[in-house]
Each structure stands twice: as C-alpha cells, then as structure tokens.
C-alpha cells in the first residue's frame, strides 16, 4: 500500500467573479495551492480561501505566478531574474501573512502557469524561483514536475519537494506538458483520468501521450481548480485510487 497527496490551484476568483468550486474541492483535496493575486486572486479571495482551507484541515501552499490577470498567467513573461525573484519574494510573504492571520503556516509553493513551464525548462529560472522562496521559508515544500529542469534543481538544493503529476493534463515524452492549445492536451472525463492516475502510480512512472513511460518519484496528484468539471474529477479520482487501496495523505 502506498499514499498520495491530492492537490488544486484555487483561490482564482478576482473581486466577484468566481473560478471554480473552492469549497466543494477543499472536501476532496489534502493540499491547496492558493494564487497570491498575480495571475488570480485579490486579498479577499485569498483570506477566504485560506481560512477554509485551514478550517478543514487543507494544507496551505502559496501559488505565485506572472503578473498577468488578463492572461491568468499562462503567457510568458521575458522579466529579469531580479524581477522573478521580487516578484516571487512579494507574492510568498502575503501568502505566509494570510495562512497566519487564517490561523495557520504555509507548507508548501507551487509555480503558475508559464512561470511552471519555463522553469521546468530553465535549470537557472527554476534556481532563481525556489532560492528566492526558500531564502524567506527554508522549510517549504517545493512542488515539482519530475524529470524536468525542476527535478534537478531541488535535488542540487538539499530542499524538501514532492514530485508531481497532473491528472486533467496530457504529457510530452520529455515529462512537459503538453500545450494547452494542442488536441487532447486537456483532459475531462473523470472515469478516464482516474484510471489513468492509477496506472501512473502502479508503474511508478508519467505515461506520455505516445504512450512512453517515465519513471519519477511521484508524491502528489494535481486537480486544476478551474478545469472544467474539476470536482467531479477529484470526486471520483479520490475513489477510485482509495478503493485501489492507495491512501490519500498531505504532504
């Protein structure tokens, strides 16, 4: 028997206008990766969020990404790494005041979007990204796509991380995602997806479009919050793996 952690990208609203089911996800999920008002989110939609997180027993993790409402953070960005690591610095200290003034402590960061993509590619960018969070919290957990640029840059670091993997989201053979403009690179069907989560954990390894197998430490299952039907996915991707006998845990 194995565990696995099950997390989403929430807490994407912007003043009133709603992105996803928040409050419905956080029955389902044991980690919450909170947008810290970059690419989503403003100081009241993450207060809330945070303190429903933490009132169900959520782990709380900061979700910074670009600058970038208009394109909820999915277009790249060409900003200096003195920009980036601003810009990582601001958005993780008001994610840590808004855990603490919700009662609880940032556990965990994640990277949006574009800023996820090109660090997954740039050894350098993801090393500019994790140093700049781990300087203000040295104890994070560094959410990673294995087999990717990231993979190598928490290993040389020393940090604490967890490898993880997509469940609404196709793969590329070298263990990126595919583009979310490309046929079949987002996933919907919940029966689907949980069989398929199921077969990666099994194999101990991402399974590429093409069907090619990358073996990688996998700790945690990820659930957009704002993918259509994400919780009925999450619903029934939690079943399926709990009646597998695979335990669902935080981090």
């Given amino acids: 028997m194995r565990k696995v952690d ?26 919450a990766n909170i947008a810290c008002g970059f690419h989503a989110g403003d100081p009241d939609v993450m207060a809330a969020t945070m303190a429903l997180a933490q009132a169900r027993g959520v782990g709380l993790g900061a979700h910074p990404g670009f600058p970038d409402l208009q394109g909820f953070g999915r277009r790249r960005l060409a900003l200096s790494h003195r920009e980036i690591r601003n810009m990582i610095t601001y958005q993780l200290g008001a994610a840590q005041a808004m855990a603490r003034a919700a009662g609880g402590q940032l556990r965990h960061l994640k990277l949006h979007g574009a800023l996820s993509n090109m660090a997954c590619e740039d050894a350098e960018l993801a090393r500019v990204c994790f140093e700049a969070a781990l300087r203000i919290q040295p104890d994070l957990v560094i959410l990673v796509q294995p087999q990717t640029a990231m993979d190598q840059v928490v290993r040389d670091l020393g940090c604490a991380w967890a490898g993880e ?52 430490r996998i700790d945690t299952i990820c659930v957009h919050g704002d993918t259509a039907g994400a919780l009925s996915v999450a619903r029934t991707l939690r079943q399926t793996l709990e009646a597998a006998q695979i335990t669902i845990a935080p981090l």
């Avoid at 099950?6 to 980690?31: C, H, K, Q, R, Y």
């Avoid at 053979?173 to 997806?193: C, F, N, Q, W, Y």
Wanted: charged share 25%.
């Fill in 6 to 31: 099950l997390n989403s990208d929430i807490g994407e609203g912007f003043g009133p206008w709603v992105m996803g089911d928040d409050a419905g996800l956080l029955e389902v999920i044991t980690s």
């Fill in 165 to 216: 993997i997509f469940a609404d989201r196709a793969y590329n053979d070298d263990a990126t995602l595919m583009d979310r403009k490309a046929p079949g690179s987002v996933l919907h069907d919940p029966t689907e997806i949980a069989a398929r989560m199921l077969e990666m954990l099994r194999a101990g390894a991402i399974i590429a479009q093409s069907g090619k197998h990358i073996p990688c």
